[in-house]
């Protein structure tokens, strides 16, 4: 799935606006069949930086390369293979939703047939309501049909911006799963920004989080799951016989919480079969043993870390 | 590529009711006014003539349709430029309201591509707007008046064409009022560059002519140094075309000032554009 070959490539990328600098010396790399997870809090220079990969916004330094090739040189041909969409889907509102990609697809730089159209519109359940104006759609079918005129020329490299913003459950699964497929059955590069953390924690295979536009962290996000540490929770049949047990052992300093018949621990992935073990060992009948972890505190304690 | 765009683009102008204010405020205005000299039209002549008419004696059918059109061209510079800036300033802050930059300048095309087919919509817009006054203007006159020896009468002259002298001399001025309406195009098209919603485009542009059309208005020796510099000055110079013989040469350097314009404006309006941060 994952080659080395560079899809994206930025280097000391920076933005000021006057005297605020919105994105700060931001380096990252995506490469081919990646799901990149895109993160920072508000006002981190996610927006910006997307921006300026689709040259919408000059950057005042920095380089990005798409592809391989050098962007501000090749902006044609490289924007031929990217499809996006940047924050709130915006359309010709007097326009049809067919109309709206029907145009959008006569600049793509490829041949886009009305077949392929209409199966795009399928595939993101606007067939049927493909002659109506646009100004007459919801937020959720506006956000569809962003992801429409994203993917219609069938691009390598496609990058989402908020994709699931304004749709149900049931929405936002099926882009979630749409996505999946694009990088699994397509071979497509997928940069994906998302303020939904547990979004990117169930389809991105690497991931990076920017805060006042400076990189905080990058990596693949198993890595980065493991390096916070898990809370694991142990169900056991004899609470007091647990505590005593703890209080009098090395296990007291990793306990975070202890309710009902619960004991919660920061441990890592290693610490749980020895813990495990030990409560065994003690003739304490351990009947769960549940890990949890969660990219949003991880995302949270390093985003806060660097304010 | 490029006739693509520009295509769309004239789609796109042509899908907003806005685009046809301009052809029905045209449609009705030119009616207004042969319907106002159909019945009182000899009065008004009249009245022009009252000078000349101890002197001269009029034979035939001065109140025609050449007659009525050669008023109506007179407005020019006061009804349509409002009709144009009311397109033209949306051409590119529209696309900013609307939010619509960021689908169309993420394609492979480049921003110079995309501002001149929106430059060259808006002028075929401009030109359809005059084709259209120059359509109801000789053509409604026409049926309801006839058509004659145009009449025209300046400050010391008094200039009678022959009726198969006349056609002519309206394809040239509307020409020359398209040229003059493009400048108003151009002027729109720059403000429209500069912000992010139509409404300022419009009074921008309708201030800038307003002001100058005042100053030019003013015989003061302060605003002489400065009306030659005034595009709103040449607009009218279609009105050379009427004299006999036409002076050329003051025509053609009144055309090359407002050619001088347009490229002076669109050469300003790429030169931002292609530097703008999109951040709608």
């Known amino acids: ?307 | 590529m490029m006739t693509e765009l520009i295509k769309i683009e004239l789609y796109k102008i042509f899908k907003k009711w806005r685009t046809y204010i301009g052809f029905i405020a045209i449609g009705l205005l030119v009616a207004i006014i042969q319907t106002a000299m159909y019945f009182e039209g000899q009065k008004s002549l009249d009245f022009m003539t009252r000078n000349l008419q101890d002197s001269f004696l009029f034979v035939g059918n001065l109140l025609n349709g050449f007659f009525i059109s050669y008023l109506i061209l007179n407005m020019l510079t006061v009804h349509i430029p409002f009709l144009i800036a009311l397109v033209a300033g949306d051409l590119l802050a529209g696309e900013s309201t609307a939010g619509t930059y960021r689908i169309l300048l993420t394609r492979p095309v480049s921003r110079l591509q995309v501002l001149s087919s929106k430059f060259i919509a808006g002028s075929i817009y401009t030109f359809s707007l005059i084709l259209w006054l120059a359509i109801v203007s000789l053509g409604i006159g026409a049926i309801l008046f006839g058509y004659g020896e145009l009449i025209v009468i300046k400050s010391s002259t008094v200039i009678i064409f022959d009726r198969n002298d006349v056609l002519w001399r309206f394809l040239l001025a509307y020409g020359f009022a398209a040229l003059g309406m493009s400048v108003v195009c151009s002027l729109a098209f720059f403000f429209s560059s500069l912000v992010e919603n139509a409404i300022g485009p419009i009074v921008a542009t309708m201030a800038v002519i307003i002001v100058f059309v005042i100053v030019s208005a003013i015989n003061i020796d302060v605003f002489s140094s400065i009306k030659p510099y005034l595009f709103t000055n040449y607009i009218l110079s279609w009105r050379l075309i009427f004299s006999d013989p036409i002076n050329t040469s003051k025509l053609l350097n009144a055309m090359l000032i407002l050619l001088g314009h347009i490229v002076l404006l669109y050469g300003v309006t790429a030169f931002i554009f292609k530097r703008k941060d999109i951040l709608s």
């Open chain 1, 1 to 307: 799935m994952n080659t080395e070959e560079k899809i994206i490539e930025i280097k000391g990328l920076t933005k000021k606006f006057k005297d605020v600098k919105a994105v700060d010396e931001l380096s990252l790399n995506v490469y081919k069949g990646d799901i990149f997870g895109f993160l920072g809090p508000n006002g981190a220079g996610k927006s910006t930086t997307i921006r300026m990969l689709l040259t919408l916004i000059h950057p005042n330094a920095g380089t990005i390369r798409l592809f391989g090739k050098p962007l501000n040189e090749e902006r044609a041909l490289i924007l031929r293979d990217v499809g996006a969409i940047v924050e709130k889907p915006d359309f010709y509102n007097y326009l049809s939703a067919y109309k709206n990609l029907e145009i959008l697809s006569r600049i793509s730089g490829k041949d886009v047939s009305s077949n392929r159209i209409m199966e795009i519109l399928e595939t993101v359940g606007l067939k049927e309501r493909r002659a109506s104006k646009v100004k007459t759609y919801s937020h959720g079918m506006k956000q569809r049909l962003g992801i429409a005129q994203a993917l219609m020329h069938d691009p390598d490299l496609i990058i989402l911006d908020e994709p699931t913003t304004g749709l149900d459950p049931q929405g936002m699964k099926e882009i979630r799963d749409l996505i999946i497929h694009l990088r699994d059955e397509k071979n497509k590069t997928i940069f994906l920004s998302s303020h939904l953390l547990s979004e990117v924690e169930q389809i991105a295979n690497r991931m990076i989080i920017i805060n006042k536009g400076k990189t905080v962290v990058e990596g693949h996000v198993q890595d980065l799951l493991n390096s916070a540490g898990l809370k694991v929770t142990f169900e056991v049949d004899d609470l007091d016989s647990a505590k005593h047990l703890i209080s009098q052992s090395r296990w007291d300093n990793k306990i975070e919480s202890i309710t009902n018949n619960k004991l919660i621990f920061n441990l890592s992935s290693e610490e749980i079969a020895v813990l495990n073990k030990y409560f065994v060992e003690n003739d304490i009948l351990v009947s769960a043993v549940i890990p949890t972890k969660s990219l949003e505190e991880y995302f949270l304690k390093i985003t806060v870390d660097t304010v």
